[in-house]
């Protein structure tokens, strides 16, 4: 088995529904574009992959969400060394088809008194079903690893908590360590660096909004 020197994980750059959330009723999420700010956060962090993976070879996922794929271009990584696929199961969690903005806010609001992994959406996705489907892809991407010229760098182009979740399941964290993380900016990136014993380590934590609360504590 060739495992992967690193595991690359990339938030797509800023989206016209990060800059305004009043988009979703016109548009559908799949569909949204980068902003130009979006645009040059990505091509800032591929000068900064572009120097990490040197003259190594790249197996790239990408959600096939608009906004990941101009990301993933925005890279400009060399096509010579990166073999790329569209992955449907690393897409953005399903919150329904047309959203209507006040309803969104009222099950947000739910989903802050309920819990972030368990809640889901009405016409869409909890957090379990993203990490059900995360999960799928890792059997599937360690099933690759099998290859004698599996590529050594393996790069996610993805969304904010869709990252996390591959974590949470390579790492084994509780749902309450879950709960308790921040998704990290847009363009921004986390990577899972192969050490000398043979394991995985995150080369710097996500960000911490509140402590964890285990789900086993008593009241």
């Not at 800032?44 to 990490?52: D, F, H, K, M, Y």
């Not at 957090?127 to 360690?142: K, M, Q």
């Not at 969304?159 to 949470?168: A, D, E, V, Y």
């Not at 993380?181 to 509140?210: C, V």
Request: proline residues 5%; neutral net charge.
């Amino acid at each position: 088995m060739v495992r992967p020197r690193r595991i690359v994980l990339v938030r797509h750059g800023e989206s016209e529904g990060n800059a305004d959330d009043t988009v979703y009723e016109r548009e559908p999420d799949h569909a949204l574009r980068l902003t130009r700010k979006g645009r040059e956060q990505a091509a800032a962090s591929g000068v900064r992959l572009r120097e990490i993976f040197g003259n190594e070879t790249i197996s790239a996922y990408v959600s096939p969400y608009r906004r990941t794929l101009q990301t993933f271009r925005e890279l400009r990584l060399d096509p010579t060394r990166v073999r790329m696929r569209e992955e449907p199961r690393l897409r953005e969690q399903d919150w329904g088809n047309w959203q209507d903005r006040a309803d969104v806010q009222l099950q947000k609001a739910y989903r802050d008194a309920y819990g972030h992994f368990f809640y889901r959406f009405a016409q869409g996705e909890s957090g379990a079903d993203v990490y059900d489907r995360v999960g799928s892809f890792l059997e599937s991407l360690y099933r690759s690893f099998e290859a004698p010229d599996h590529p050594q760098n393996v790069l996610l182009v993805t969304h904010g908590l869709t990252m996390r979740l591959f974590c949470m399941r390579w790492f084994h964290w509780s749902v309450a360590e879950f709960e308790a993380l921040s998704n990290p900016g847009n363009g921004d990136f986390r990577m899972l660096l192969l050490g000398p014993d043979g394991r995985y380590r995150l080369d710097r934590p996500f960000e911490r909004w509140t402590t964890p609360e285990p789900y086993d504590l008593d009241g």
